[in-house]
């Protein structure tokens, strides 16, 4: 195992950059998100949970698919170039690291996501484990060990030390890359194990996290779709989109056009099932009142995903959705409120 | 882009017009041959109380350079007070611009009676000449509609 | 808070209102929600203290629309966003029983939070009879201290006042919060370069991710549709692909509400990014204030406001580009 202490990590940053682009939290007023990494960025790495989730990295909330040229009468297309480049994403935690994998169930199943599968090829994620979890957390109903992030490496840090541990051939080509930087550590292990308890420790407190998912899969999809809670819970919702743009699991798009007067540009957005032009069709819309709207959310990420891909929910527990929605409102309330009320049969 | 910097800066200017005084104010202007610089493209409105800000910002959006609002003079309008409340939106919005770094003279109000043929021209080429001197819009306009 | 449940349950029970809508305790020490109560036994989780930032007035259009009168909890800065809706026919006064609750400023978790105060397990000091300066905050990494002051929310810092404009009755104290001049911010803007402001305002709207909380928890954004929720119209709601299509979310959206916004500091509190969206409101509120008289939109009902009257000596809009 490596290790650099955390005020050389610029000196690893830069490391990292010189060959390819690096994505890492930083702060712009006032505000943790990531991005990317520049000499003169704020970086903090000591946020546990950026505003926004890393999904971007993979899969941007906007991005061209493609522009039509029109010249006299001539109209030209001009596909978008696909990731060729390698980069790097610093700090994923655990839960944002199990978002990228529902991520990858949806655009890497058939059909697969070009523009997605490229960036995940090129992609090499450093996680982080959690230093001080929150009250916020949940990720251990989940089955996540923010202690233990899986990724291409693994870093710790301890005691203003930053270890690092390659995972994968991604993660050791990195290492060897940026070997220059380090110092080895025949101790660490036993370091990083004590972090390991002692972060296990802390989320022992956290009161989220012995949520019970008993009862949410395909088999209750009926009982819970019809269940009169849902006709409580969403009507303090405003409708907007911030629980779904700040999740790191969440995965609808929408395609627009945009008209650039001298052609077109098709692109691709995030979209929100909170949006009222959510799904638009022709006819219309299928979910036309709020209460739908907030049921499809809930009722996608703990009930239809995981019916469609072996039980494996669309929700990691980050608690994203907890600290920021406007009204807090939130997937927790949901769950507690099925326990509560039973959820029977309308 | 080097091409392009050697090119002389043609600016593309919108001029929003109400039907009543100032459209005919530069009809008068043409069929008198008073010259104003072919880089305004009027646009034609019923009154200058139709133009929303959101013409503006889209006009600035899709590439022009300044926008500028003609209508009757205060108490000539005809339906009796449209361009009052014009100019009161109108001064709101462009003191946003000015609050948001945007540079002052990109936007302009004049108000042009249908009599005043001399009056459109000098005040066209005026706008063409300051927003010459301003150079291209930078701030307001989306990258993509750049060539 | 024991008299405000006191009350609502008999005003309940004696049939003049038929829901009351308050706020509900959440999981957390410091997320109640919004919701109604109905019957008796709904009750036992009413909450009011000072997490209790909603402005409950918006949910009044919806509720102008059931059956029966609603007793709407409202704090001194929501009975403005009332009377504003109330002069634009948005609400149905008969439909209200405004009980006007008592404020001593709001606090917002962001700014806690902010000072490193994680794992927040119980916050003492926070309910509305507490007339403590500082937040005992006890968290799984010890108890941790922080002065009201510190952690309230902008708008209270500018608070308009204790008193209630419209109210069927008051329950509780109110305090004035003020210790922070409201257009101070806005002056500092103002005396900025064009260069700076421009950059200013692109690294805080870099930020936005066009949720639209901002819109949606505005009490004067009461559209039915907006026009940012088109499918007509190319640059619309969700992306944020340029710089522009915030630039003109956020001025169309300040500039819609200009004239009726009441300052009531909500898209400021909900903005997930921390963007300071008050500062495109009170820009138009100052130039209102100086251009066309001294106005506070929703002090009282009226017929009209700034942006729908106007005087034949208005100023003309090159005055912006003249004061330099």
């Known amino acids: ?346 | 882009m080097s091409i392009e910097a050697n090119e002389e800066f043609k600016p593309k200017i919108v001029a929003f017009c109400c039907n009543w005084c100032s459209y005919a104010g530069a009809d008068l202007a043409g069929s008198s041959r008073l010259a104003y610089p072919a880089d305004v493209k009027i646009i034609r409105v019923p009154c200058s109380c139709r133009v929303n800000p959101m013409f503006i910002l889209r006009a600035f959006e899709k590439g022009a350079d300044g926008v500028i609002l003609c209508g009757c003079h205060p108490g000539d309008c005809h339906y009796s007070t449209g361009n009052f409340y014009a100019r009161r939106r109108m001064t709101m919005l462009f003191s946003m611009l000015d609050y948001m770094g945007v540079e002052n003279g990109r936007t302009r109000v004049e108000w042009v009676s249908a009599a005043e043929g001399v009056k459109f021209s000098t005040t066209m080429n005026e706008f063409v000449q300051k927003i010459h001197s301003l150079g291209k819009n930078v701030r307001l306009g989306d990258l993509r509609c750049r060539n | 808070m024991q008299e405000l449940i006191a009350r609502a349950k008999e005003l309940l029970a004696d049939g003049t209102v038929a829901r009351v809508l308050g706020w509900k305790a959440g999981d957390l020490p410091y997320n109640p929600e919004p919701a109604y109560f109905e019957k008796e036994e709904d009750f036992k989780d009413f909450v009011y203290n000072s997490f209790c930032g909603a402005n409950l007035s918006k949910f009044m259009i919806e509720a102008s629309k059931l059956e029966g009168k609603t007793l709407v909890c409202l704090k001194p800065c929501d009975t403005y966003s009332f009377n504003q809706l109330l002069s634009e026919h948005r609400v149905d006064r008969d439909k209200a029983y405004i009980v006007g609750v008592g404020c001593k400023g709001k606090l917002d978790i962001e700014k806690i939070k902010k000072q490193g105060i994680k794992g927040i397990k119980s916050i003492s000091g926070a309910e509305i009879s507490d007339e403590a300066d500082t937040l005992t905050i006890d968290t799984i990494y010890g108890e941790k201290t922080c002065a009201f002051s510190d952690a309230m929310l902008e708008r209270c810092h500018v608070c308009k006042g204790k008193e209630h404009k419209i109210y069927d009755e008051i329950i509780g104290e109110s305090k004035e919060t003020k210790d922070a001049e409201r257009f101070a911010e806005v002056e500092r803007i103002e005396a900025m370069s064009p260069e700076e402001k421009f950059a200013f305002f692109r690294k805080e709207l870099s930020k936005c991710i066009r949720c639209n909380a901002c819109r949606n928890v505005c009490p004067a954004c009461s559209c039915r549709k907006c026009v940012f929720d088109s499918t007509k119209f190319d640059s619309s709601q969700k992306a944020n692909v340029d710089s522009f299509e915030e630039k003109m979310f956020h001025i169309i959206r300040a500039f819609h509400v200009a004239g009726r916004c009441t300052d009531c500091g909500e898209c400021s509190r909900v903005c997930p990014q921390g963007i300071p969206l008050h500062l495109f409101n009170r820009k138009f509120i100052k130039e209102i204030d100086e251009l066309y008289g001294e106005y506070q939109a929703g002090e009282t009902v009226v017929e009209k406001g700034p942006l729908t009257s106007y005087t034949f000596d208005d100023v003309e809009p090159g005055i912006v580009a003249e004061r330099g």
């Not at chain 1, 702060?27 to 971007?56: F, H, M, R």
Request: proline share 4%.
């Open chain 1, 1 to 346: 195992m490596y290790k650099i202490a955390k005020e050389n990590l610029s000196a690893l940053f830069r490391k990292i950059a010189e060959s390819q682009e690096l994505y890492l939290p930083i702060e712009n007023c006032g505000q943790v998100n990531y991005g990317v990494w520049t000499e003169d960025a704020n970086v903090n790495i000591d946020i546990l949970k950026t505003v926004k989730s890393p999904k971007d990295a993979f899969f941007p909330q906007s991005e061209n698919l493609y522009t039509c040229v029109k010249e006299d009468k001539k109209i030209s297309i001009k596909a978008e170039q696909l990731k060729e480049q390698d980069f790097v994403v610093f700090g994923m935690k655990a839960c944002d690291i199990q978002g990228v994998e529902v991520l990858d169930k949806v655009f890497l199943s058939e059909p697969v996501d070009s523009f997605y599968k490229a960036r995940r090829e090129h992609g090499v994620i450093v996680a982080m484990a959690c230093g001080e979890p929150e009250e916020t957390c949940f990720c251990k109903v989940f089955g996540i060990d923010p202690a233990d992030p899986k990724a291409d490496v693994a870093t710790w840090i301890i005691d203003g030390e930053l270890f690092w541990k390659p995972l994968t051939d991604k993660g050791e080509a990195l290492t060897d890359a940026v070997k220059d930087v380090f110092a080895e550590d025949s101790s660490a292990d036993a370091k990083v194990e004590a972090k390991k308890e002692e972060i296990n420790k802390i989320t022992e407190q956290l009161p989220y996290m012995k949520l019970s998912l008993e009862g949410w899969n395909g088999d209750s999809l009926d009982e819970k779709f019809n269940s009169p809670v849902w006709e409580e819970l969403y009507k303090p919702c405003l409708a907007c989109g911030t629980c779904t743009f700040v999740c790191p699991t969440c995965q609808c798009y929408d395609i627009k056009d945009y008209d650039t007067g001298h052609g077109v540009q098709r692109y691709r957005c995030w979209d929100s099932c909170m949006y009222s032009d959510f799904t638009m069709m022709a006819h219309g819309n299928n979910r036309n009142s709020q209460m739908q709207r907030y049921r499809q959310r809930f009722m996608h990420k703990l009930v239809y995903f995981p019916a469609n891909n072996d039980g494996m929910y669309s929700c990691v527990g980050c608690g994203r959705c907890v600290e920021k929605c406007p009204q807090s409102l939130n997937i927790v309330k949901v769950i507690k409120a099925f326990e509560n009320q039973g959820g029977e049969k309308a």
